[in-house]
């Protein structure tokens, strides 16, 4: 029997009708009580579901009875347009019941000390939700910061690699934890597509943004120039491109015309640590959920 | 049988164990297909649910049956602390399906256009989901702008009368009408408690905010001499303060000590337009509950 | 002799040392009192300066002296980079005495009202600084509106018209009013560099704006199905490009994956007729200066 | 004679008629060349100006010229009303003449940490324009965090004493480091009158803010009973009440019915660190004056 605090139930499967009904009349069998419930319905017809509730019971039987009480699709097929990969019975439909609370991730870093700072005090306050197992990065700057805290600091350098080799040499190193995310903390090498397979949806980075956006080198010098009044950041999910994939947290800060290209890279640092700060936040306690190219948040 | 667009179930209630079960469950017999559902709970144990569905059902029927699904409180009583009055089931759940759409509303303002000038403009294109039955004002000065667009406006001077009045000939003029909702959009008086009383949570006003407070006359004079860096605005129910009440939409805009106490107050202006405009769609839509002194949006 | 009230003149020029220094120097010994003094010398080395004075005067014997204080270039070349085209006198400094503080625009709009909305009540209010001479359109759309506020509606359809002739009848509707700014409240169609070049930085546009950006058709589509979490909007100066230019304000809202790609918009519009009110106060009030690309808010 | 690197001039006193240009002409004279300029002049008649500018120059003699070079007030004294304490010439004039830019300061905290951690990160990356001298607080929790980055720590219990004697304590401990700015990082308790005279206008103080504001015990609870939609905070001076004086720099972020308390706390946390950090730039870099209970930010 699990102790008596507050349980998840994750959710996520083809839309049809009675889904609530029936998780949460098993839930109601079980004597069980639901504190908090979302769900949402993608326009392409998924549907996810985030459960809080406490109660005592035994996870298998529940986890079993909540597979058996799905309703037969078979006569309400014509939504079903956006099946996932992942679905674990024969309605396609996937539960994850207390998905384990600390994750464990890996952080990567260039040069940039901001973010990683950030996640190191909160890490040390346990205020992350998760152990950070081992700081990479492609150069040594960062070390002396991550040895303050105790955390092992792999140098993985890209001189003299191909992007290929390299890539294999940070693998090498990350095999040695089995991280369940990576985190991008200001990691500023494009990861191929292969590298990125090997962790779908769970690589995390943050990347500045503008309105409007700039391409290319040295956007903070392009928002300068064009006299930006708003600068910001996007905390998302990494699937091909580096600066793609489903946005989990934005948020942004006034400038002017006396800022400098220096000044808006000054701000837009604070704004990136505590963007990439409270979208571990959520993605650690499990709130998110990704339909196509977008994250949802329940 | 009503048409087989969406429909909008709301519920509120003392929380007990399979609400939402036993709701989505006459849902689901019905055939209805749930396309959004949302539920709170407050901390005091009041459960809130705003269901939309779509799908053909006799609403005489349905009702009878939702009260007819509610779980027997007796086994489950010990949190059931927050009782509302508007309690219509034996269960003290009330059930409201299919609310009207259009609210019925009156506008009363004093001197300032910028809140009237914006729900006239949004009401001529049909963005308000509501009608704006008649403007009363205790000054005559924005007629001519009410008269533009063809609604009626009635001037009910204060001047020489006692508070209550002035109250009292507002009522006779809001009794040719039958408002749904008063928005006060900018009207300067304090209103009494046994006036409120007439319109329970059915009063909705915009006050100007700072960080911090300021009390007393001409905030924007004293937040100038505070130096605020950002101004706001909150729009609320009334209850038996005009500037409190639960919170429905609050919004902010920066200002520097190049800001005048005038040019504080235009900024403020536009704040308070838009989330006055912005709390009026989330209430005319069914989706603000009131719990205590809080507003929970779903 | 000017009367007694507030006075302001600007000033734009190649940077040199002591152009504060002589142009405070004439002020002084005119006995007028310096209220608000701004200055900004570009990275290119252009200065501006804005200032507030207050006292009597006679303009040409001011402007004159002016323009003999400014001191001799030549020994101070080196960091001239950035000269305009509209320099007045040998020392290549424009000054411009108590330029007109109404000025006259003319507001193009095609089908959305609600930027419109916004500047006719603020016209009807007298709070725009400036008189809207007339409303031109590529549909008839919104004459209702512009009607109700007794502005002369001009519908210039572009139907089975090239893009050149379409804009050549504008060109001649336009020539009846001889506007000092076109005001773009949501015109939808692309202007030509021609068209624009009859108007340099003399047309303000507003646009909708996101981190990231997206280009082509239905943005808010394409950010919806993107997940973003903050919606903006862009007032800018029109160049050659019609979401180009030089960026006078920028506003967001926060949104999430409740926000269907229409309620984003409306959020949007929200944004936008804000920022495009503000924008153009402080062009009309003369605080805007443009450097090479970048809108400068003295 | 000064390196050729950019200077800073600070000038504050009573405002007359031809302040900008005898400043601006004794740089002139001096051929030195002014890079940026801002001034104020405050409604009651107090002039501020920050002058940026490059060039050689001996600092006694240009402080002397500046000085000599002021008018006279005789003739022209109508509107000095706001006469601070701290003059230094005949004619109530302070300069000072690149002040230092590496501040000394001293951090108080209690027991929360997340303010504390964003001035030792930064400072371990020497982006504080400042040297953290030492940590005092009245808990020693903190103490583990400080030693990490090899500064003094302080424990100075309040325990068994007066607030008097406490006050004592601290001061005899900061006697040892003389501070020029007292930051405090969340340090929980009141300081009396006599503590605060000890350094006018150099404590600096981080606060929640709200809107509307709560006061008394426990600010994120009444927030979230009242169900704000918005949370910030104010960093500021001390004056003589812990939670007013002019206010330095200020921030918000929306929250909504879904945050709990604690929730509420947490974001707060996260502006709250943000905006100190922010609001120290600008003091350690000149660019904040004091006027009345205003801060002015050059």
Known sequence: MSDPTKHILLMDGP???GLIYHVTGVLYRHNLNIIHNAEYVSPAGHFFMRTEFEGLFDSDALLSELHSAMPDPSHDTENIVDVPDDMTDRHNITFRLNPKRRKKIVVMVTKEHHCLGELLIRYAFDELDADILAVVSNYNLLQPLVSKFGIPFHHVSHEGLSREEHEAAILRTLSIYEPEYLVLAKYMRVLTPAFVNHFPNRIINIHHSFL?????ANPYRQA?????????ATAHFVN????????IAQSVQEVDHRHTATDMATKGKDVEKIVLSQALKLVFSDRVFISGNRAIVL
């Open 15 to 17: 839309d049809r009708k």
């Open 212 to 216: 409007p956006a700039f391409v290319g």
């Open 224 to 232: 300068y120039e064009r006299g930006v009044k708003i600068i910001g």
């Open 240 to 247: 091909n491109d580096l600066d793609e994939g489903p946005i």
